[in-house]
């Protein structure tokens, strides 16, 4: 089993910046597993953000965050990081941590292991 649990989420104001943190744990979780962050608004289906391989040599972005957003990881401590910067209202949803990729990065189909997720919400 693979538990991941994400932190970090809150209230911002539109411009502003928040480092959400996914920590994995489990006795079959590996650090070699890719990683990635998917969010869910409201009426919304989930969609991909951010990925990154497990070496952290490879990441790969929505469009609608490069430039602002940048995923991270540190295989010490089990644990990836999306710093967000330059938050804008329609960033917000809840975001949820995904491990183990099986194909497409950007197909929440695509990931073995989920989060419970984080909410974020940016004010205008």
């Known amino acids: 089993q693979v538990q991941l649990v994400e932190s970090g989420g809150g209230l911002v104001q539109a411009g502003g910046s928040l480092r959400l943190s996914c920590a994995a744990s489990g006795r079959t979780f590996s650090t070699y597993y890719s990683m990635a962050w998917f969010r869910q608004a409201p009426g919304k289906e989930r969609d991909f953000v951010a990925a990154i391989r497990w070496s952290g040599a490879n990441t790969h972005y929505a469009d609608s965050v490069k430039g602002r957003f940048t995923i991270s990881r540190d295989n010490a401590k089990n644990t990836v990081y999306l710093q967000m910067n330059s938050l804008k209202p329609e960033d917000t949803a809840v975001y949820y941590c995904?491990?183990?990729?099986?194909?497409?990065?950007?197909?929440?189909?695509?990931?073995?292991?989920w989060g419970q997720g984080t909410q974020v919400t940016v004010s205008a």
């Open positions: 995904a491990a183990e990729s099986r194909g497409d990065w950007s197909s929440n189909y695509s990931w073995l292991y």
